[in-house]
């Protein structure tokens, strides 16, 4: 019985994702990860959130900021509750279909697209450029837009998570000091990636999502360069070349870690087979 069990092939959703049961862990972690930073932003004073929150124009001297600033919160506790609501409505639906690893890939680029959508709509001339955008709507509003396909795919009604959608979207217009901006970049970067790992062949599904995943980081790294070099006439005296060697060394390691997981994955099927000061809340 247990040289049969080696050989059975787990059953896979139609997203190419071998089930599994149990709780999310990467949503709760992530939940868990927000938690603490905003505790740590209150005990701090605010240290804690000036070191780590993006604004566009610190991004290309410290552009880990454009991930980080996903886990702060501003000190209303409103702010956060309704993010992590929204992450732990979202995270139960997404990540048992995407499994745990697309999961947590799709909420980080898409984190990272939010504030890739702050730096391009930003102005270097006015306050926008020198505003925190915090928070982690743009990650959750890229789990809304995956979410869509992914419906679509399972045979399930998106309807309501469409209105859901417009309903959010149309509020950070109308509520002082969300950054829309932020918003829009997850929501893209989300629907773009939720097709890709929706309507991946089946038996390359998880080939087809983690190029995507690479293609996705690759173009926003482009999108971040482009950006501040169209500027760096205005804004900067040197221009924005000294943070072009970090973004590529970034680059590298991401497309790396890709391959390289991609790569144990298919060993492992293979052997089962044979055997700022002011901020704006995002």
Same mark, same amino acid.
């Not at 149990?22 to 000036?50: D, K, Y």
């Not at 149309?170 to 932020?182: C, E, K, R, S, T």
């Given at each position: 019985?247990?040289?049969?069990?080696?050989?059975?092939?787990?059953?896979?959703?139609?997203?190419?994702?071998?089930?599994?049961? &149990?709780?999310?862990?990467?949503?709760?972690?992530? %939940? +868990?990860? @927000?938690?603490?930073?905003?505790?740590?932003?209150?005990?701090?004073?605010?240290? /804690?959130?000036?070191?780590?929150?993006? !604004?566009? $124009?610190?991004?290309?001297?410290?552009?880990?900021?454009?991930?980080?600033?996903?886990?702060?919160?501003?000190?209303?506790?409103?702010?956060? #509750?309704?993010?992590?609501?929204?992450?732990?409505?979202?995270?139960?639906?997404?990540?048992?279909?995407?499994?745990?690893?697309?999961?947590?890939? #799709?909420?980080? %680029? @898409?984190?990272?697209?939010?504030?890739?959508?702050?730096?391009?709509?930003?102005?270097?001339?006015?306050?926008?450029?020198?505003?925190?955008?915090?928070?982690?709507? +743009?990650?959750?509003?890229? #789990?809304?837009?995956?979410?869509?396909?992914?419906?679509? *795919?399972?045979?399930?009604? &998106?309807?309501?998570? %469409? &209105?859901?959608?417009?309903?959010?979207?149309?509020?950070?217009?109308?509520?002082?000091?969300?950054? !829309?901006?932020?918003?829009? &970049?997850?929501?893209?970067?989300?629907?773009?990636?939720?097709?890709?790992?929706?309507?991946?062949?089946?038996?390359?599904?998880?080939?087809?999502? /983690?190029? +995507? @995943?690479?293609?996705?980081?690759?173009?926003?790294?482009?999108?971040?360069?482009?950006?501040?070099?169209?500027?760096?006439?205005?804004?900067?005296?040197?221009?924005? $070349?000294?943070?072009?060697?970090? /973004?590529?060394?970034?680059?590298?390691?991401?497309?790396?870690?890709?391959?390289?997981? /991609?790569?144990? *994955?298919?060993?492992?099927?293979?052997?089962?087979?044979?055997?700022?000061?002011?901020?704006?809340?995002?």
């Amino acid at each position: 019985m247990r040289e049969g069990s080696r050989n059975v092939r787990a059953a896979k959703n139609p997203l190419g994702t071998t089930v599994r049961g &149990g709780r999310p862990v990467v949503t709760l972690t992530l %939940i +868990g990860i @927000c938690v603490v930073s905003w505790v740590l932003q209150l005990a701090t004073g605010g240290s /804690w959130t000036e070191r780590w929150a993006f !604004w566009p $124009a610190i991004g290309h001297a410290e552009p880990w900021r454009m991930l980080t600033t996903t886990f702060l919160h501003s000190d209303n506790v409103l702010h956060i #509750l309704l993010n992590m609501y929204a992450l732990w409505l979202m995270g139960q639906f997404l990540e048992p279909l995407l499994g745990r690893a697309r999961f947590l890939a #799709l909420y980080l %680029i @898409c984190a990272l697209a939010g504030s890739v959508g702050v730096l391009l709509l930003a102005s270097p001339t006015d306050a926008s450029w020198r505003t925190a955008a915090i928070g982690a709507s +743009g990650a959750v509003f890229g #789990l809304f837009g995956a979410a869509v396909p992914v419906l679509r *795919r399972a045979g399930m009604q &998106g309807t309501q998570m %469409i &209105g859901l959608i417009v309903l959010n979207f149309v509020l950070g217009f109308v509520i002082a000091n969300v950054a !829309w901006q932020a918003h829009l &970049g997850g929501l893209v970067m989300g629907l773009a990636l939720g097709f890709v790992f929706a309507y991946a062949p089946r038996d390359r599904a998880m080939l087809v999502s /983690w190029i +995507g @995943c690479g293609v996705a980081v690759v173009l926003l790294v482009v999108l971040i360069q482009a950006r501040y070099a169209s500027v760096s006439h205005v804004f900067y005296a040197g221009g924005a $070349a000294p943070a072009a060697a970090g /973004w590529v060394s970034y680059t590298a390691v991401v497309i790396h870690t890709f391959i390289h997981r /991609w790569g144990r *994955r298919v060993e492992r099927d293979r052997w089962v087979t044979s055997s700022g000061s002011a901020s704006r809340n995002r």
